[in-house]
Nanobody, 123 residues
Framework: EVQLQASGGGLVQAGGSLRLSCAGS????????IGWFRQAPGKERERVSC?????????GYARSVEGRFTISRDNAKNTVYLQMNSLKPEDTAVYYC???????????????WGQGTLVTVSS
């Protein structure tokens, strides 16, 4: 069974940090690009960042998080991370990770999706 498990969300004050994890199982994790997306209440889903399979090339970051968030992966642990620093209330959203055969910022190409983890940033 294919699974993507996003974890690490929670409540944090503005200026704080969180590290999200996305653990995959049931497929060849190392052969898949992983993307982080987020969706705030009443807003459309937004691509945060994506990382390629073996070379760990990123597709860049959403302008709203650039310089504060860092994506990385550890294929030995079948896990991709999203380090989030200097968090702002506008970062409040459900964060999802997803897996695709190729690096893309386009959500529909992603084959597998995790259940999401809620990040709440208080002011």
């Amino acid at each position: 069974e294919v699974q993507l498990q996003a974890s690490g969300g929670g409540l944090v004050q503005a200026g704080g940090s969180l590290r999200l994890s996305c653990a995959g199982s049931g497929f060849n994790f190392e052969d898949y690009a992983i993307g982080w997306f987020r969706q705030a209440p009443g807003k459309e889903r937004e691509r945060v960042s994506c990382i390629s399979s073996h070379e760990s090339i990123t597709s860049g970051y959403a302008r709203s998080v650039e310089g504060r968030f860092t994506i990385s992966r550890d294929n030995a642990k079948n896990t991709v991370y999203l380090q989030m620093n200097s968090l702002k209330p506008e970062d409040t959203a459900v964060y999802y990770c997803a897996a695709a055969r190729g690096l893309s910022d386009y959500a529909p190409v992603y084959d597998y999706w995790g259940q999401g983890t809620l990040v709440t940033v208080s002011s």
